[in-house]
């Protein structure tokens, strides 16, 4: 069983819909990290967090540290959205110091429809 | 772009060639970390230096595999006597600080040995 899941491995939607994207983990973190991959692009960060929810635009990103879980939020989802998006942890403790290496998910391929 | 330059961007090899590629991170960066990617999968952490020393490996580091960061600047991996199973792409990133922050990814650089 890899460290980092994600659910699903394949997202396709309409343009307008709300999109949800799980990661489960089952060590402990420091920090949780949404990242986006573009076709033949590099990989962006979205999101660093170790609790709570953050906000960037049309994008949310929460976390339940006692659950091990974290949930990424696009709404008003738009063609441009279509990408990899990945989970990625840093292991160690939540405050501790970690080397910051991180441990991926596999990815969830989003495509969105006009 | 996010500023961490890698070299080259493909790298068509036959087996049993050797290979360097070269990273470039932010420069205020002290953290640069190695990692691989094959089709379908997320990215999997190869090796880490803080500054100039190579703090960690990971198992998937091969004996055919070196890394370095001579002077804490750019960094290069060399994987020697190269095999089919070594096609992938080849992200670096780097970070600053001592906990786990964003770290920042090249383009990468895609090995495809034949």
């Known amino acids: 069983k890899n460290e980092v899941e994600q659910s699903p491995q394949n997202l396709t939607a309409q343009e307008g819909e709300f999109i949800t994207i799980n990661c489960s983990y089952s060590?402990?973190?420091?920090?949780l990290h949404w990242l986006q991959q573009h076709p033949g692009g590099g990989i962006v960060s979205l999101f660093m967090?170790?609790?709570g929810k953050k906000k960037h635009g049309r994008l949310i990103a929460t976390i339940n540290i006692q659950e091990k879980h974290s949930s990424l939020h696009i709404t008003a989802s738009h063609p441009r959205d279509s990408a990899v998006y990945i989970c990625?942890?840093?292991?160690?403790?939540?405050?501790?110091?970690?080397?910051?290496?991180?441990?991926f998910g596999q990815g969830t391929i989003l495509t969105v429809h006009p | 772009d996010t500023g961490v330059s890698q070299d080259p961007r493909h790298k068509i090899t036959k087996r049993g060639q050797n290979v360097t590629f070269r990273c470039d991170p932010i420069?205020?960066?002290?953290?640069l970390y190695w990692y691989r990617q094959t089709l379908g999968q997320g990215p999997e952490f190869l090796t880490y230096?803080?500054?100039?020393?190579?703090?960690?490996k990971s198992r998937l580091l091969s004996d055919r595999f070196s890394a370095e960061r001579p002077k804490g600047s750019f960094s290069t991996l060399e994987i020697q006597r190269t095999e089919q199973g070594d096609s992938a792409m080849y992200l670096c990133?780097?970070?600053?600080?001592?906990?786990?922050?964003?770290?920042?990814f090249g383009a990468g650089t895609r090995l495809s040995v034949l």
């Open positions: 420069s205020e960066h002290n953290r």
């Open positions: 967090l170790s609790s």
């Open positions: 230096f803080q500054n100039e020393a190579q703090l960690e």
């Open positions: 990133a780097s970070s600053l600080g001592s906990s786990a922050n964003i770290q920042y």
């Open positions: 060590v402990g973190i420091s920090a």
């Open positions: 990625a942890v840093s292991p160690g403790r939540t405050g501790g110091t970690s080397y910051g290496k991180l441990t």
